[in-house]
């Protein structure tokens, strides 16, 4: 068991601001870019076509064991992953950063002569970038990898993860390729809508339990999400745009920073237990109920990267309720998470992901979007060290039987149910994220200001002119 993962306290999750890591980080990268003309290229590409940092696409980079005490003295400890020999790993355990490998010869004059960016396909970034080079490591491996440029021995490579934080390029098994994409069809074609959403949860835990029984929790985890990304894209137009900037660089969505599932009371356990079967681990649990309505409890996947933040309506007397274990029954009333999912389903179900949230250039995001005819709302958070965003939601039509529904049971009114029927309701964002000083966490206040302004009966469609 990683120590990572061992059973942690609330105040745990009291998350530092690692700026002295940050600034030593940022600095080692600066001096490889110096160096490497590709990298830098590419670092200017990454700001100017898809609005974001190079420093957040990092995976890692080398360094020599004289620059070791200033890592521990920044706060990155030594992670135990599976690494060459002579290699030490050394990760920040309460921040988000690149991580540091510290080995003999891993640096010159304080500059690293290896980093690796981590893209979610090798061969995309390949094609992309047309070049000639070969990849290490077939489809399927925990790790995937491709030297880019080697200029004076300073190498610059991208990289690809299946649920792996190690450096081995380890051969997989017969027929592990085959597995793979047999698991990967299981998720893509799962179906998500059954007259009783009961047996929707049935189905998604069955299947579930196929994946993880052919790869293992890890791998079936890291191929859900990536088609649980996909689902939301071919409903959401600001992330078909964004992708499509990500993707002209071979990038992807590799700098995804949480994945948010909205759940209806009634299954919200459910979904907790669903992602804890993946070996997710629960974070932050956040009691709004007094204050808008709404709960959520946060869960992080070690080995994946992966950060899922998962909402449900929250009643004032049930802020000492643990939601994510305890069955919530139905509420005479709906707040938004729970009027969301009426109208679209749950999102392990019908209606996908309410958003993904990715890591930016905050303002520069904004504006490029801008010009691409994506307007952003109001920020939500506007910290030093945490910046947060919607793009305009994208308008979903209504199944009239869900509007017939929720008026039968007075959960909505009749002029409601009208203007659903006629409008729709606004269903999915794009979040424009920025996070400083490895800021892990998020702020309740903010995201209580964000749910109640899509709260779909206070959004009203554009008026055409």
């Known amino acids: 068991m990683n120590p990572q993962l061992a059973p942690q306290q609330p105040d745990e999750f ?12 940022r600095r080692f990268i600066q001096t490889f870019l110096e160096r490497n003309t590709f990298a830098r290229r590419l670092s200017d590409q990454m700001r100017d076509r898809t609005g974001t940092d190079f420093y957040e696409w990092v995976d890692h980079f080398s360094l020599s064991p004289e620059h070791r005490d200033a890592l521990l003295a920044a706060g990155l400890l030594r992670e ?5 020999p002579g290699v030490e790993v050394y990760h920040h355990p309460k921040a988000m950063m690149p991580r540091g490998i510290v080995q003999s010869g891993g640096s010159e004059h304080g500059a690293p002569l ?3 960016i981590r893209t979610e396909s090798v061969i995309d970034f390949i094609a992309r970038h047309n070049l000639a080079q070969k990849t290490n490591g077939r489809f399927g491996a925990g790790l995937r990898r491709v030297l880019v440029s080697d200029e004076a021995g300073h190498q610059f490579s991208a990289v690809e993860r299946l649920a792996y934080r190690g450096f081995l390029l380890n ?22 809508d059954f007259p009783d959403d009961a ?33 939301w894209e071919i409903r959401n137009r600001a992330g078909q745009i964004q992708k499509r900037r990500q993707d002209s660089l071979g990038l992807g969505w590799s700098n995804h920073d949480h994945h948010t599932f909205r759940s209806s009371r009634r299954f919200f356990a459910d979904l ?12 932050e649990r956040y ?29 004032p007397e049930e802020t000492s309720v643990d939601f994510s274990v305890e069955r919530l029954v139905d509420a005479p009333r709906l707040s938004t998470v729970g009027l969301w999912c009426g109208l679209h389903g749950d999102s392990l179900l019908q209606s996908g992901m309410h958003h993904l949230e990715a890591r930016f250039d905050f303002s520069l995001l904004r504006e490029q979007l801008a010009s691409a005819g994506v307007a952003t709302m109001k920020p939500f958070s506007d910290f030093a060290f945490l910046k947060q965003a919607f793009t305009e939601g994208e308008r979903w039509p209504v199944n009239p039987e869900r509007v017939r529904s929720l008026l039968a049971r007075g959960l909505i009114t009749h002029q409601q149910a009208g ?17 400083k000083g490895g800021f892990k966490g998020f702020n309740q206040k903010s995201v209580s200001v964000i749910i109640e302004a899509t709260d779909p009966r206070n959004i009203q469609p554009p008026t055409k002119v």
């Open 287 to 315: 009691y709004a109920g007094t204050q808008a309505g709404w709960g959520a409890q946060i869960i992080e996947h070690f080995d994946t990267g992966i950060t899922v933040f998962a909402d449900v309506d929250l009643m």
């Open 199 to 231: 047996d929707g949860v049935a189905h998604a835990l069955d299947v579930q339990r196929r994946a993880i029984d052919v790869v293992g929790p890890d791998v079936a985890c890291d191929l859900f999400f990536s088609e649980e990304r996909s689902y």
């Open 272 to 283: 907790i237990e669903f992602f804890l079967r993946f070996g997710f681990k629960k974070r």
């Open 419 to 435: 203007f659903f029927l006629k409008s729709g309701a606004v269903g999915s964002h794009l979040e424009n994220l920025q996070r």
């Open 80 to 84: 135990l992953v599976e690494a060459p």
């Open 14 to 25: 009291d998350w530092p601001l690692a700026y002295d890591a940050e600034t030593l980080l």
């Open 114 to 116: 290896n980093l690796a």
């Open 171 to 192: 051969p997989r098994q017969p027929g592990w390729v085959e597995s793979v994409i047999a698991v990967r069809e299981l998720w893509r074609t799962r179906k998500r």
